[in-house]
C-alpha cells in the first residue's frame, strides 16, 4: 500500500511543481517591475503603484470571466490507479477525495500544505511566492495563487480554501496562529492526514470531522404520510423563503433526523445540526445554503436557560432557515416575532405507517412478519436502522461465507438494540419458562393466552378497524390477583416472553419516595424506560402504588391521592403491555380496575394442578427415588411457589446426607420446612402413611 501511495504523490506533486514554477515566474516578472535598488527599501515609487495599479486593476476586470476547468489526469496516475484497484486497494488520496467529496484542486491544495513535510526546501519557495520570507509556511494566499492563471479562478479557490469550505471544515487542514486577514492565514495538515496520504495506515473516517453535518440516513423510514403529504409542503415553502422558522413538535429524539432530512429534501437545501457555536454554525449554514437544524429537548431545563435566551437572540438575527425539532414546543415569543414561523405537530406512526417503516428498514422480510413487528414494536427510525444491520451482521456471521436469511436473526437484534437500558427504577427480566411450565385451570390458562393475543391485535384492531377513537387509552392492561406463589409473576414472565419483549419489573423500594413529587418522577422515569425499551411493565405486589383513595385528614394524604391520580394517567397513557399484581384484588383502587382490559384471580391450586406442579418441580436430571409419592404430595394444601421451594429445600438435604437420591424422606422433610415458613402447622395426618418421616423432624424451638 505504502509503494502505490507513494508512487500516486510523485505524479500529482509533479503537477503541482509545474504549478510552482509558473507561480514563481508570474513573481519573478512582478518583483522585475516593482524593485528600484535605491529606493524599494524606503519607499514605494510612483512607478511602482503604477504597476500595481495596472494589475488590480486587470484581476477586477477578470474577476467574471470563467474559472478554466482542470487538465485532465495523466495516463500514468489512470494506469496507477487500475492497477491498485485490480490488488483491492484504494490509493490513499483518492479515498480521502471520495470520503470527503474533494475536487482536483483541493487535492492539489492538500498537497501544497503536504509538501513541507516532504522536504524543508519547499518553505523558501513559499515564502519567495507570497514575496514574504516570514510566511514559510502554506497560507491561502499560496493556495489561491499556485495554479490559478486567472482572477476568476483564483476567487473561485479563495471560496473553496476558505473556513467552509470542505478541506477547512472536516478539519483536513487547520488554521496555525492567528492572521490579520484570511489570505494571509497560514495551514497545516489535520492529525494523521500526512501518514495516510503515504498510505502509512490510518482510519479516513477519523481524519476529518465537520460536526454539523447531518449525512443521509441509510435506509430513511420516515412514516410515509407525514413524508408525502404536510411535511413535504411545508418543506417547499421553507425552500421557497415563505417561511424561515419551522418547528416539528412531538417527535421522539431518534426519528428526528429521518424527519429533518425529509424536510431539507423538500426544501431543496442540505440540513446541518446545531453545534456549540451557535454563530459559526450560522454562518457556515448561510454560506453552504443549508437549513439549521436545532434540537430544542434540553432547552427547557432551568440550568440551560441562559443558553436559550443566547441562543434565541442569535437566530432572531439571522436570516437562515432554521428547523427547530423536539418531544414538547420550545416557542420564545421574541423569536416567533421576528421569524415567518410555521409548525407541526408530527403525529405518532400508526399500525400502516409502522408496518412500512419496517419495511423500509427490512424488506427481506415477508407481510405476515412486517405486521407482527409493526403490532408489537413502536420503534423510532434510528432504532430501527440499528436492528436492520445488526441482524444482516448476525446472518453473515452465522452463514460462514454465505449469508443466511436476515429474518432468523431480527429478533436477537431486536433484543440487542433495546434490551437492558439502563435505569435504576426497574429490574430487567429476561423470559426463561414457557407456557408448558404454568400450571393454571383451564378458565386462568385461557385468559393468560388472550392477553398475549390481544396485545398483538390491538394496534391493527385499534387503527384499521377505528377502535382507537373510541377507546380512551391504548395498549393493554392486566391486572393479577391471588394468594402469594400462585404464578402472577410467573405468568407476567410466560406471556412477555410468548411476545419476545423483555420483562421490566418495577422496583417499588427505589420508586416509592417520602418527597412530594419523587414518586411520580420516578414512575415516569420506569413508564418512559419500558416505552423506550418496547418492554412489559409489571408492578409486582402494586397494593402500595395503586391502593385506595382515601378521605383527606391530614397533609400528606392530599398528596398521597395526588400520586394514584397521576399514576391513573399515565396508566391510560402508555401504549404498551402493563401488568399489575395484588395479593388481593379489593385493595386496588376501582379507578384502576376499571382500566384493565383482563383481570386474572390465581387461586389456590387444586390436587390435579399440585400434582402437575410436583412433577415439574423436580427437573428430569433429577435423581428421584421410587418411593416419593406423588399422591399422597399433591393432597397437601401447597401453592406453586411452595412446591418449587419444598423441592429445592429436598435435593439440598439429600445432598447434604450424602445420598445418591432424592427420597420421600427429603420431601417430607422439604414440605415441613416450608410449612415452618408459612407459618403452618404440618399434621401427620396430612401425609397419611409417611407421617412417620415426620417424627424425624427436630421440633422447632
Request: glycine share 8%.
Amino acid at each position: 500500500m505504502s509503494d502505490v501511495a507513494v508512487q500516486h504523490l510523485r505524479i500529482r506533486l509533479a503537477a503541482v511543481h509545474r504549478a510552482l514554477r509558473l507561480a514563481v515566474e508570474r513573481q519573478a516578472r512582478l518583483a522585475a517591475l516593482l524593485t528600484r535598488p535605491d529606493l524599494t527599501p524606503y519607499c514605494v515609487t510612483d512607478e511602482q503603484v503604477g504597476v500595481l495599479l495596472d494589475q488590480v486593476d486587470a484581476a477586477a476586470g477578470a474577476m467574471t470571466e470563467p474559472a478554466p476547468q482542470p487538465p485532465p489526469e495523466p495516463e500514468a496516475e489512470r494506469d496507477l490507479r487500475r492497477r491498485a484497484a485490480a490488488h483491492g486497494v484504494t490509493l490513499p488520496l483518492d479515498a480521502l477525495a471520495t470520503r470527503f467529496g474533494l475536487t482536483r484542486v483541493e487535492q492539489d491544495a492538500l498537497l501544497l500544505v503536504a509538501a513541507p513535510e516532504l522536504d524543508p526546501g519547499y518553505e523558501r519557495i513559499y515564502a519567495y511566492i507570497v514575496d514574504n520570507l516570514n510566511r514559510r509556511l502554506p497560507s491561502v494566499e499560496l493556495l489561491v495563487t499556485v495554479g490559478a492563471d486567472t482572477p476568476a479562478a483564483r476567487l473561485a479557490r479563495r471560496r473553496a480554501l476558505g473556513p467552509t469550505g470542505p478541506l477547512r471544515r472536516f478539519g483536513l487542514l487547520r488554521a496555525c496562529g492567528a492572521a490579520p486577514v484570511e489570505l494571509a492565514q497560514e495551514l497545516v495538515l489535520g492529525p494523521g492526514v500526512f501518514d495516510f496520504l503515504l498510505g502509512w495506515g490510518g482510519d479516513v473516517g477519523l481524519l476529518g470531522h465537520d460536526p454539523g453535518e447531518v449525512r443521509q440516513p441509510q435506509p430513511q423510514v420516515v412514516p410515509p404520510g407525514l413524508a408525502a403529504d404536510r411535511l413535504a409542503r411545508l418543506g417547499r415553502a421553507l425552500g421557497a423563503g415563505e417561511i424561515d422558522l419551522l418547528g416539528l413538535w412531538g417527535c421522539p429524539a431518534d426519528s428526528q433526523l429521518d424527519v429533518v432530512h425529509a424536510l431539507a429534501a423538500a426544501a431543496g437545501r442540505p440540513p446541518r445540526v446545531l453545534t456549540a457555536g451557535v454563530e459559526d454554525d450560522l454562518r457556515v449554514a448561510a454560506a453552504l445554503d443549508a437549513v439549521l437544524w436545532v434540537p430544542t429537548d434540553d432547552l427547557h431545563d432551568e440550568p440551560r436557560r441562559s443558553v436559550a435566551e443566547i441562543l434565541s437572540g442569535l437566530l432572531a438575527r439571522s436570516r437562515v432557515p432554521v428547523c427547530l425539532t423536539g418531544v414538547k414546543p420550545w416557542r420564545p415569543a421574541s423569536l416567533l416575532a421576528a421569524r415567518a414561523y410555521a409548525e407541526l405537530t408530527v403525529p405518532v406512526p400508526g399500525f400502516r405507517d409502522r408496518r412500512a417503516m419496517w419495511s423500509a428498514a427490512l424488506p427481506q422480510l415477508d407481510g405476515t412478519a412486517l405486521a407482527d413487528l409493526a403490532a408489537r414494536y413502536r420503534m423510532s427510525g434510528g432504532e430501527l436502522r440499528a436492528v436492520a444491520s445488526v441482524a444482516a451482521a448476525g446472518a453473515r456471521v452465522a452463514g460462514n461465507g454465505r449469508p443466511e436469511p436476515v429474518a432468523a436473526h431480527v429478533e436477537p437484534a431486536i433484543a440487542t438494540v433495546t434490551r437492558h437500558r439502563n435505569g435504576s427504577a426497574v429490574q430487567s427480566i429476561l423470559p426463561r419458562r414457557a407456557i408448558e411450565d404454568l400450571v393454571l385451570q383451564d378458565a386462568q390458562l385461557h385468559q393468560i393466552l388472550e392477553i398475549a393475543s390481544a396485545f398483538r391485535a390491538w394496534p391493527r384492531i385499534a387503527e384499521s378497524w377505528g377502535f382507537a377513537r373510541r377507546s380512551a387509552h391504548g395498549g393493554v392492561k392486566a391486572l393479577f390477583t391471588g394468594e402469594p406463589g400462585t404464578g402472577k409473576t410467573m405468568s407476567a414472565e410466560i406471556v412477555t416472553g410468548m411476545l419476545g419483549l423483555e420483562l421490566l419489573k418495577v422496583d417499588l423500594a427505589q420508586v416509592v419516595s417520602k418527597w412530594v413529587g419523587e414518586t411520580e418522577k420516578n414512575m415516569e422515569a420506569a413508564f418512559r424506560q419500558a416505552e423506550e425499551s418496547h418492554a412489559v411493565l409489571l408492578f409486582d405486589e402494586a397494593d402500595a402504588l395503586f391502593g385506595k383513595r382515601g378521605e383527606v385528614r391530614h397533609g400528606t394524604d392530599r398528596y398521597a391521592n395526588l400520586e394514584v391520580g397521576y399514576l391513573l394517567q399515565r396508566l391510560e397513557a402508555s401504549d404498551g403491555l402493563v401488568i399489575l399484581t395484588s395479593n388481593l384484588k379489593d385493595n386496588i383502587d376501582p379507578a384502576f380496575t376499571r382500566r384493565f382490559h383482563f383481570v386474572v384471580h390465581f387461586p389456590r391450586p387444586g390436587a390435579p394442578e399440585r400434582r402437575r406442579l410436583w412433577r415439574l418441580a423436580f427437573p428430569e436430571e433429577a435423581p428421584l427415588d421410587a418411593d416419593v409419592d406423588l399422591d399422597a404430595l399433591c393432597r397437601l394444601d401447597m401453592t406453586g411457589a411452595g412446591i418449587t421451594a419444598a423441592a429445592r429445600t429436598a435435593a439440598l438435604a439429600a445432598a447434604d446426607a450424602g445420598s445418591t437420591v432424592i427420597g420421600m424422606r427429603h420431601v417430607v422433610r422439604g414440605v415441613a420446612r416450608q410449612f415452618q415458613r408459612e407459618a403452618r402447622l404440618l399434621r401427620p395426618s396430612e401425609l397419611g402413611p409417611h407421617a412417620h418421616l415426620l417424627a424425624d423432624e427436630p421440633t422447632p424451638g
